[in-house]
């Protein structure tokens, strides 16, 4: 095989770009510019260990389905620890969302950076309201029964019925995660490949 | 010729410093730090659990909602059965402005009161000589002899009593109707009709559709999501039960149900969609909206946020 044809080869045309992209160094970086210090960017990587806790919790409560933690102490804790990881998990998002919006952080060729962590929020949203309405409790009963009018006055009842428990408990514990989990790391990496946004310069501060 | 450079779109080069950065240990650090905040508010706070409402718990502790509402799934006056799609074709639904989303997509989700409600579980019941009489009189009736009977057995439900644990109503003319809606009465209370509404569609299932939509249409659920502050008015999308913080991140989509006109009118659910939908593509979009892109380098939040890079400059 020539040397020409393994470089015309997806794999190889593949990991060139890759390698290109995302060198180890960017992707693994050891040091950052000097701006990056504010407290505002310990949310970022907040987020990433809340969903962690959060995914780690829900895999804990998998393991014995979805009835046990109404009947164990054990399941009862585990379930707690599901939902506080999840409040710190929008806590930290929100405010990491607020920070890089103050930062104007989709300037510099990073708007997909931008538009990924909005609709990475969004999905997080939609996987905790589905988990909010699998609880099979008081709660899951009263928030499905409220939440099916505005679904479905969009149409999309028709077919994401909130009042299924067994449809939404696989959209909660394997669709949305997936995609909150796939975004997550497409957004990690693009913020990999471009960088932290720097300051404004003082010159632009009056512009326009 | 060169671009001009747009301070809200652009981003100037860097050509200052850097200093030491350990990704894996600030990682880890965090990871660490996130998983004992959790355990301390799990053993400080837990998490709520309160039981989920029966049918037999709803028939027992407030038997004259259970039975008018049993009453307005037989009639046609219950929420469900005038809800329109996905459910039935009662009503037009939402709409927002001629958008009618939910007509369009029609009932994929069909649901029949009567017969979802009252008759399919009553034949679920062992068989008893009166009921079975009772709903084969029902099924060989014409349409306009049902008809009669619901509205004979409406009208006299007016004075509709619970006596010794049984429904009364001294109906006439009202066919197998008096019979059929004292069976389904005790159905409820032995809790064998939590059982038949879920088992409709085969022995295992997860779809609570049916039930749920039962419950709803009575006060009782909403009675106890009230002293709960569970209700809409009272932001209750955003809340669950207990002293929890619930769904905050759903507080500005529970703010629009508080603004008229979406908290009084008729198509309130649509227009919350609508502008959350707006907002969240705004949100979205934001890098390539004039204006609104601006407001960071405007307000100059910034300054606080790079402080210190700022106060090194000469």
């Known amino acids: 095989m020539s040397t020409t044809e393994i470089d015309r080869q997806w794999t190889t045309r593949l990991r060139k770009r890759v390698a290109g992209k995302l060198p180890p160094e960017k992707l ?52 707690s620890m599901h939902l506080w990881s999840v409040e710190i998990f929008f806590f930290a998002m929100v405010i990491h969302l607020w920070g890089k919006y103050f930062m104007a952080a989709w300037r510099g060729g990073r708007a997909l950076t931008w538009m990924t962590g909005v609709v990475t929020f969004l999905t997080s949203i939609a996987t905790a309201f589905t988990g909010y309405v699998s609880q099979s409790n008081f709660d899951s009963q009263w928030i499905s029964t409220q939440a099916k009018d505005g679904i479905n006055s969009t149409g999309a009842g028709a077919f994401w019925n909130v009042l299924n428990l067994g449809q939404m408990l696989m959209w909660h514990i394997v669709l949305l995660p997936l995609a909150a989990v796939v975004l997550t790391v497409l957004h990690v990496l693009l913020v990999r490949v471009k960088g932290v946004v720097p300051p404004f310069e003082k010159t632009t501060e009056v512009a326009q | 010729m060169t671009k001009a450079f747009r301070p809200d779109v652009d981003a100037p080069e860097w050509k200052g410093g850097y200093s030491p950065y350990d990704i894996v240990k600030e990682g880890i650090i965090a990871v660490v730090i996130v998983s004992i905040l959790t355990v301390l508010l799990s053993v400080a706070f837990g998490s709520p659990d309160d039981p989920s409402i029966t049918i037999k718990a709803w028939s027992t502790n407030a038997p004259m909602d259970f039975a008018t509402t049993a009453l307005s799934e037989l009639n046609g006056t219950s929420g469900s059965a005038g809800y329109g799609a996905p459910y039935n074709n009662a009503s037009t639904g939402q709409q927002l402005g001629p958008l009618r989303l939910a007509k369009w997509v029609g009932d994929r989700i069909p649901v029949n009161t009567v017969n979802d409600f009252i008759i399919d579980p009553l034949k679920s019941l062992p068989k008893q000589p009166a009921l079975t009489a009772d709903l084969s009189q029902w099924s060989s009736a014409s349409v306009s002899a049902r008809a009669g009977w619901v509205k004979n057995y409406s009208q006299a439900a007016n004075k509709m009593q619970i006596v010794s644990g049984q429904l009364v109503v001294n109906a006439t003319n009202a066919g197998p109707l008096p019979v059929m809606m004292a069976d389904l009465f005790q159905m409820a209370r032995t809790g064998a009709l939590d059982q038949a509404l879920v088992t409709q569609n085969g022995f295992y299932t997860s779809d609570y559709t049916l039930p749920l939509l039962f419950l709803a249409d009575g006060t009782y659920l909403s009675n106890i999501a009230q002293k709960q502050h569970l209700t809409g008015d009272q932001w209750g999308m955003m809340n669950e039960t207990g002293n929890y913080p619930g769904q905050a991140w759903l507080w500005l989509y529970t703010f629009w149900y508080q603004v008229t006109p979406m908290n ?51």
Request: net charge positive; charged share 10%; hydrophobic share 45%.
């Open chain 2, 264 to 314: 009084s009118s008729g198509n309130g659910d649509i227009l919350v969609w609508g502008i959350m939908m707006v907002l969240s593509a705004g949100l979205l979009l934001t890098p390539f909206i004039p204006g609104l892109r601006s407001i960071p380098r405007k307000t100059r939040v910034y300054r606080l946020i790079w402080r210190e890079h700022y106060r090194s400059l000469p």
């Open chain 1, 28 to 79: 693994l970086p050891d040091t950052q510019p000097t701006y990056v210090s504010s407290w505002i960017y310990v949310f970022g990587v907040t987020t990433l260990a809340a969903l962690g806790v959060v995914i780690a919790t829900g895999c804990l409560l998998a393991i014995r389905g979805p009835q046990w933690w109404h009947t164990s102490s054990v399941g009862h804790f585990v379930n």
